[in-house]
């Protein structure tokens, strides 16, 4: 998808997206929409677009943003608008956070800990790989794997993780907000 750049930051893009989603949604042949390695602009632009579509979803209201991250959000967002199971989790952590009072410290909290659970997910990986390393690593070789997997380090790439998905969320509310 191009837009050229006099034609830039006039809604283009996302109308074109939209567009594009509600076409093929109504088609039985389509599983999923999916984008080929997207441009981090076109990340934004998808999540504004699919935010907006599911704000009309029932399983994305706000009384069922509140209980929690479900499979009923899941299968109807991929049932009526082609949107697989990663995307649906991040509209469902931008409009989440849209729901929440972050001035209210349990609030924000909890939104924070169901964010950094899925961000934790390749360090899980990380920590399963060392377990088997220990069984099959010489002593010396184990250290060096183990070095470059410092808890500490983990934390702050989790915690400027954290902060990077809440800046990106915050500019879809925003930009969701003039719409």
Known sequence: MLVLPPFQGEGHGAQLLETVHRYYCTSAKVQDITA???SENYVKLRDFVLVKLCLTLPSFSSEK?????SEEMVSEA???LKINKKHARRVYEILRLRNTDMSDEEKAREFRLEVKKRLY???RKNQRELTKMRKCLRPEELASHISQMDTTLQHEELEKSYQDVLAEYRRVLERLAQA
């Open 78 to 80: 991929r049932e009526k």
């Open 65 to 69: 943003l509140s209980q929690g991250f």
């Open 36 to 38: 080929e390695d997207p």
């Open 121 to 123: 997910g390749p360090y």
